[in-house]
Each structure stands twice: as C-alpha cells, then as structure tokens.
C-alpha cells in the first residue's frame, strides 16, 4: 500500500483543508539598498467546514514578521516555527472567532529565494539595480507569508512604492492612475496559484507587438526583443482556436536580466523570458508559444501538488508543438519533437528506473526535483500518443472539453484519470484501453507500443553527419539552410569520442565557439569539454558568467568537473556565483563542492 496521501500537498504548511485564504490585498515598498521589501498582506480567509478554524497556518521562509492583526486591529497571537531546509517556517496564527481577514505586517531578507537583486553594473543599461522574482516550485513564501500550494488559488491587489524613475510590473492588470510617482497599482480578478506570483523592478521600456501583447524589457534591447516576439499575437490567435478563448485578458511578456534561471515563466498576464531567446532569427521562439501555452494547461487547469506537475509541463509541451505546427510549419514541429524526445533517453541514462514515472514522487524531496525530462518530455509523448489513437479532430475535440471542464481548479493525477474514465475511455474504447492509459501514468520505461518520434528532415544532417566522420572535410559538407535544430541534433548525436583535430576542423569551419545562439553554443560546448578541446574554454567560461539559465550552466558546471577541469570550474564559479540567481546558486554549489 503507498505510504503517501496523493491528495496532500507535502510542500506546504497551510491547514486548506480547515481554512483557505481567497484573496489578498498587497502593500510593499521596494528598497535596493537593504534588498528588502516592507509592508503588509491582508489575507482574505473562508472557512472551509462548519466547525470555524481556530488557527490559520501560513508557509514562510526567511521572512520577518512585525505584528499580525485582524480586521479590528486586534492583535492575533502568532509562532514562527523553526525553519526546515526545504520547506521554509511554518507561521501558525491564532484566530479570533469568525474573522474573516488577517493583516501581517512584514518584510523579506536579503536571503529570500524568490528574489533576486542585481546592481546596475550587472544590467544591460548599468545605471539603474534591477529586482525579480521566481516563485516557481514554492519560493512565493520568501516574499509574501501565505498558503503556498498549488491547490490554493488566489485573486489579488497590490500596492508597489518603488525608487524613483523606476517601474514596477506584476502578474495583473497594471493601473494607469497612479496616485502618486513611485506607487503602481495592480489587480488580479482571476484566481491563480501561488506559484505564479510576480514582480520585477528596474529600468523598463515597452512596445506593444499586438492588440493584446507586448514586452517589457530593459530600452537598450527592446527593439530585438519586440522584433523576435513579433509572432506571439498570431500564436494566441492559433491557440484560442485549439483550446479555447484566452482566459487572461493580456499576454505581455518581459525579457529578463541573463540571471534569470529557466527559459520561460508562465506568470499570467507577464510572462518571464531570458535573454538567451533573443538569436536574431525567431529560432529559439517556442519556448515563447511554451509559456504562452500554460495559460490554459498550467495556469487554467493546475496541478494540485508537485507530483502532478506533468499535468501543466506535459500537455503544455505537446501543446506547444501544436502552436509551433501552425505558425512556423510541420517540419520545425516534427524537428523539435525529435529533439525532446533525445533529450529524454538522454535522462533515461541516469535517472533510476523507478523514477520514469511522468508522475514526479518527490513528496519527500525538494520539489525542484519534479522538473525532468519525464514530467515534461514522456508527460508530452503520452499526449502524442493520445493524438496518434484518437485521431487529430478527435483529440482536439477531448483537449478543449478536458481544459472547460477544470478551468481555474487545481487537480491531481487521480483527477485526470477519473475523467478519462468518464469520458475518453468510454467514447473511444476502441482506441486506448484503461490499462494503455495506466501504462503511460505509472509504468516506468516507454510502454512497448511506443512509436519514436522521427522527421525526414534529419536525413540531410545524418547523411553530413556520417560523411564527416568518415573523413569528408568540415569545408565540403552541405549545411546551407540548416536551423538551429539541425545544428543541435548534428552536435548532440556526435560520438562519445572524438579528436581534438577533429574538433578543430570543425569550429574552424563552422564558428561554433563563436555562436551567438544560445543553444547552438552550450551542444557545442558540450562536446568540445568531454573531448577535451581546450581551445574553447576561455569562450566557455565567458558564456557561464554571461548568463544564469539553469539548463545550460549546471550541465556545462557538471561536464568541466567530469572532464577533470576542477580548478577552473572553482574559479569560473567563483567569478560568477553573485550574478546568479539564489535557487541556481544552492543547486551548483552542490555539483562544484561535491
């Protein structure tokens, strides 16, 4: 029998089942000299059985509490537990009768997670500090005391005071009547989780790139910025005709500092995107239509506890591929599925056989650790699979009704698997069984039906491929018109070992030490450290302490130390570590130091 509760949320603290907080009113000033925010939340709470909770419990991390009031401005009796390692402190709340409002008055510390605080010498424009934030798994209780779980959806408004000639921007509408310079008003009518809370502060431009999209950014890149997003409106349009309306009012994106940690974050109404999208030629855009698509599988239908994250990054991913299909073409969508499905037998490598599960069982565990390539990758090969069976009309028709019917609501594994039971195992029995469908959620492995993913797009880069490592010189291949696709699955499929002339030859080709792509750069990377050509390691160490995306640096952190470059890994670290961002530090403090 499984030890574990499915229906509990083991990364939170919060007493939701007595008392739930619906909404809350935010009132913060931002200050850069003591890398603080100050102020209050007033917490909406509604009990949730007859008898009334006699307490509230809050998560926390690393933050002070002043005083908590109710709404008489009572003072309410408060413990700040001692602080767990991965969970932050429990705050347990004392509550007065039938109270329906708790005031805490606090302020974060320097230490907080969620927040990362740049000087301006680590901006692009270098004359103003710069403030974000990364709520994203449970890291939201750093900046605001609350119920930090997924199931526990919110509406919102906040109050920001900022610096001087600085703007503030949040996942919510913006207020254009400002009651006084430096404050920013926001609202958020719709309920999300916690997760997706949002801010950032800095200098900031905007240009919109649609009726209902635009980007922030710092003003010296928001011309790149806006030219490389100039897509996304056509990208709602395609996807409100897969799923439904868009549910969120705008969808305006903001192109982060290079700290920032993940390719994207699907805040509702901001989208958070690094820098190391912007290649100039729209290449690197899908994780653009990946962020947009969590609007409805991630933000409109969430996943109630971290082990069901492959419920928002699965669906989105395949979803994704839909949007990537309509707007740039079949074989750009066929070259990408191609590619996650590489980097999954990649994870299949290393990763024990009982955590193959597209469910994520870290109950345990930091829930960091449900962000694999199976919650995201085998998660998105079952939804493939769905579509292969039933048929594309089919499919899309089960797609928009599954996301209708759990609009705003948080929902586990077993939720999914009951409404497939009601409705797709019954109207297409013909086509997947129950068991098919267990297979897919509990089996470890791919099930043995599994069909991989293949484009006939590659041949061009196998045939080139094998050519060059039969002797063909770098000069004579044929690579005209090859996308960074091409390239990636040219240099991620390269063997194990290879020579240091042929290295050579082939950057002195082709640039590739030179790439300002992104991902161009970290496949070749790769390669070139594991086959020790040490001739890129001064460009190596200029990209580790140019950018903070996880992805890239904790794998090329992980391949110096394999390939025996221990002291420069130390001393490239060292460099870089300040200008990362807290939830990457903890991570490759534990690969340099182990």
């Not at 207020?175 to 900031?204: K, Q, S, W």
């Not at 594994?413 to 409404?419: G, K, L, Q, R, V």
């Amino acid at each position: 029998m499984n030890q574990f509760d499915f229906t509990h949320d083991y990364h939170s603290y919060a007493n939701t089942d007595e008392v739930k907080v619906t909404h809350f009113d935010l009132a913060l000033a931002i200050s850069f000299d003591k890398q603080e925010l100050s102020g209050y939340v007033n917490l909406a709470i509604a009990h949730q059985t007859d008898q009334l909770a006699t307490q509230l419990i809050l998560d926390t991390r690393d933050l002070i509490i002043d005083r908590i009031e109710n709404s008489k401005g009572e003072a309410l009796n408060f413990i700040l537990d001692q602080a767990d390692d991965i969970l932050g402190s429990r705050l347990v709340i004392d509550l007065i009768a039938d109270d329906i409002w708790v005031k805490i008055y606090y302020k974060t510390t320097p230490q907080a997670e969620g927040l990362q605080w740049l000087t301006p010498a680590q901006t692009s424009g270098k004359k103003s500090p710069y403030l974000f934030s990364q709520s994203q798994p449970i890291n939201a209780r750093s900046w605001i005391p609350l119920q930090d779980s997924p199931k526990a959806r919110v509406t919102f408004n906040a109050k920001v005071m900022a610096p001087q000639n600085m703007t503030v921007v949040m996942c919510a509408e913006s207020n254009d009547e400002i009651e006084y310079p430096g404050v920013f008003m926001f609202r958020m009518p719709e309920p999300i989780p916690t997760h997706l809370m949002a801010i950032a502060c800095g200098d900031l431009a905007f240009k919109a790139i649609g009726e209902r999209s635009g980007v922030y950014t710092e003003p010296s890149m928001l011309a790149a910025c806006a030219k490389e997003f100039e897509d996304t409106e056509q990208m709602i349009n395609i996807a409100e005709s897969l799923l439904g309306p868009y549910r969120w009012g705008r969808y305006d994106m903001i192109v982060l500092p290079p700290s920032f940690p993940f390719g994207g974050m699907e805040n509702p109404r901001l989208a958070f995107m690094t820098p190391t999208l912007i290649a100039g030629d729209k290449s690197l855009v899908s994780t653009v239509a990946h962020e947009l698509a969590h609007s409805w599988t991630g933000n409109l239908v969430s996943n109630a506890t971290w082990r069901d994250l492959w419920l928002n990054e699965g669906f989105t991913t395949y979803f994704t591929n839909r949007i990537v299909e309509a707007v740039y073409g079949k074989e750009m969508a066929e070259l990408e599925v191609v590619l996650e499905y590489g980097r999954l037998l990649e994870e299949f490598k290393t990763m024990p056989v009982e955590k193959q599960t597209v469910t994520a069982n870290v109950q345990t565990e930091d829930p960091n650790n449900a962000f694999d390539r199976f919650t995201y990758d085998k998660a998105s090969m079952f939804v493939h699979d769905l579509e292969r069976r039933l048929g594309r009309v089919a499919f899309d028709k089960f797609l928009l009704t599954y996301v209708e019917h759990f609009a705003f609501t948080a929902i586990t594994t077993e939720d999914f698997i009951a409404y497939a039971q009601q409705t797709l195992l019954v109207e297409h029995s013909d086509k997947i069984s129950e068991t098919e469908l267990l297979e897919w959620i509990h089996g470890t492995g791919m099930p043995e039906w599994f069909v991989a993913p293949t484009s006939n797009s590659l041949d061009k880069v196998i045939a080139q491929q094998n050519a060059w490592l039969a002797g063909t010189h770098a000069d004579a291949l044929t690579v005209d018109g090859w996308s960074v696709h091409h390239w990636q699955y040219f240099l991620t499929t390269l063997p194990e070992q290879l020579s240091v002339p042929q290295l050579l030859e082939l950057d002195n080709c082709f640039s590739l030490t030179a790439s300002t792509n992104a991902e161009i750069a970290f496949a070749w990377f790769t390669v070139a450290i594991r086959n020790n050509a040490e001739h890129v390691l001064q460009a190596v160490a200029t990209y580790l302490k140019a950018i903070g995306r996880g992805k890239f640096v904790k794998p090329l952190y992980k391949s110096l130390l394999d390939a025996g470059y221990i002291t420069l890994a130390n001393e490239i670290y060292q460099e870089a570590r300040a200008g990362y961002h807290p939830s990457i530090v903890g991570m490759i403090d534990d690969i340099v130091k182990s």
